[in-house]
């Protein structure tokens, strides 16, 4: 794979939430080094040490940012322990994480070979690095000196042979015509994104199927919320690529009481 | 009216939260197509579906950007519909919205004419876009092809006669000396923001009027916090430009019991 | 002490909080007159006039941002009193807050002497300034007009001899190894950042001290939180610089029932 040109766009996806001076302080440490970067927060309220959540959201939004984004994903359970900050080429971009799944997602959209690193050049990191803020210690100033051009990739450490993937984040076949799945994720509006992608699915219409959850069977697929009966839940071919579950103007994860990571079951008629 | 020479200052009005990767997405939208854009967060907490304090937010924020600002205000709970999304040249500024009437203040503030036309021309809008997520489809790569000016405003689709406006944001004289009204909006503090001008009640004093609400007659007014007295409701002619009500380091909209579209009457003496 | 070029670099650290469109519109006033600054967000979630929450916020992210970058930090409870607003330059930077102690734990960091200016320029702010918003009306404005290099330090204001401190901020000893202290945040994670500065306390270990909270003595000192049992609490030296409380995927603000202010004894053996 050919090397990406870093551009000064680095962008942000972590739980740090927002009560505190984290992510700001990020971005000190970025524009102290960077000064012409521009800093994109994806989110700083993925649920905390949800690594499938973080997984999702950079996921979602990677696709739309041009050629060379930086983008640093810090949902880090295991800051302090002996995992791994890597950093990624994929999808024509970089990603700058801890090696523990959060890259999932985007690594099934790379076609070709990703480009895996250790992040270990301690040269880069800030002095008297702290034990529990990588964040700003170690992801925001090895982006920064990329984005600035300071340094070449292969200067941050060595290749590793791979990394760390979550498996049950994919879908799989459980018999004919049916598939075990998954919630991904629950939107602000209460939607949910399940783990299987439309694509996969062109033939689905209403009827044609059911997406069995815990508490109820959803057989109904529909185009757009408006028009749709308030209160009955329905499947739709969401923004997300993915099958999504939603109830106009209300809320579907609280009807269904689902959350990311809770099963589900698709059958084909 | 003159054409405004589009400024590559694109702000964002959403009820998205801050929890997904929404916002962050339509920022990678914006800045492949414009790298040199500055994107600004004006607010993405505006309550769910709520057109009204939609309406007001942009309404604060607009008058402060400098002339051929972007502003994309995405509270839509008809997207998927045929309402239209609309482009609109107001206060020397570009707003991109659906038709839905959440640029009812802001239109208010132009005192000459607002151009208004409907964005049609697909090939502005994403390939295969969404019928959920047109903050990302149509309004970011619309506002991002004008910032970068490679399109003319007029390519963006045809003119219309009008735009659709919420009658009931104004207030109405229903009386001698009596106007009914409504609360626009409760703030972070849980001051409450009335529909009721301040320029329009100029000799405004306390004792020289009531302030009714469902729960209590309002007749104090106050120049500001500092030095009330803590627990007691006052009026106060706020930074919005509306008569507002507030206690001391107290929640008012909690007090009163008030929300936004509750009414209000206000009787001078 | 020189003076400092001004960046055009502006933080905002606030109580606002993100529903309103407050932030955006101090965002819209500096675009307006300095369209090439950077404007970066340290927080808009400081709990609601909380002065001391707000001095370490600043405190933290400060330090990492470069010289000559412009802070306005907005926690004010005693805002259209006869608080002063004040510039201050201190550690290489720019402070614009109000004159309420704010700016405490920065001052503290300022080895030589910092600078303080009333910010008393009316030719500065918005016109027709309101009582209630001086974010918009007089900080952002003079922030925008010091980072567009329009106006010198010496025209904002006369000098003032001082600054109000809060007091209570640092620790104080009380007894014969023994410090008594305060809890200064709590962080999204439910850590407790104490006022204990580790550098002050250099041979801190398990056993050698006890840190007394109202509910529990801690007397553990862990390096990470990887490995450390879940339930149970121990001291850290945390990415803040100050001793801070934590639990492995817990939260010990709630288990120890602790808020900012509450008090702390640290006793060594």
């Given at each position: 794979m050919e090397p990406v040109r870093p551009n000064p766009l680095i962008t942000l996806t972590t739980d740090f939430g927002l009560e505190d001076h984290y992510a700001g302080t990020m971005k000190g440490v970025i524009l102290a080094r960077c000064p012409h970067a521009t800093v994109v927060d994806i989110?700083?309220?993925?649920?905390?040490?949800?690594?499938?959540?973080?997984?999702?959201?950079?996921?979602?939004?990677?696709?739309?940012f041009p050629s060379g984004t930086i983008h640093i994903v810090v949902i880090d359970p295991g800051v302090g322990t002996d995992r791994k900050p890597i950093l990624v080429q994929a999808i024509q971009q970089y990603f700058i994480a801890p090696d523990n799944?959060?890259?999932?997602?985007?690594?099934r959209r790379e076609t070709g070979h990703a480009i895996v690193r250790e992040i270990a050049n301690r040269e880069l990191f800030l002095p008297r690095s702290s034990s529990t803020f990588h964040g700003r210690d170690v992801f925001a100033p090895v982006a920064a000196a990329l984005a600035a051009g300071i340094v070449q990739t292969e200067s941050v450490g060595p290749l590793l042979s791979d990394?760390?993937?979550?498996?049950?984040?994919?879908?799989?076949?459980?018999?004919?015509?049916?598939?075990?799945?998954?919630?991904?994720?629950?939107?602000?509006?209460?939607?949910v994104i399940t783990n299987f992608k439309a694509s996969e699915f062109p033939s689905?219409?209403?009827?044609?199927?059911?997406?069995?959850?815990?508490?109820?069977?959803?057989?109904?697929?529909?185009?757009?919320?408006?028009?749709?009966p308030a209160?009955?839940?329905?499947?739709?071919?969401?923004?997300?690529?993915?099958?999504?579950?939603?109830?106009?103007?209300?809320?579907?994860?609280?009807?269904?009481?689902?959350?990311p990571g809770d099963s589900l079951l698709l059958r084909l008629r």
């Open positions: 989110s700083h309220n993925v649920p905390s040490f949800s690594v499938w959540s973080g997984a999702y959201t950079i996921d979602q939004a990677a696709p739309y799944g959060v890259l999932s997602l985007v690594l990394m760390e993937v979550l498996d049950s984040i994919t879908t799989s076949s459980s018999g004919p015509q049916q598939w075990t799945g998954a919630v991904l994720s629950v939107d602000h509006f209460g939607n689905l219409s209403s009827g044609s199927f059911e997406l069995q959850t815990s508490k109820q069977v959803v057989s109904t697929l529909r185009a757009t919320f408006g028009g749709a209160g009955s839940c329905f499947a739709f071919l969401g923004s997300s690529g993915y099958i999504e579950l939603g109830i106009n103007q209300g809320n579907a994860a609280q009807s269904l009481q689902l959350s």
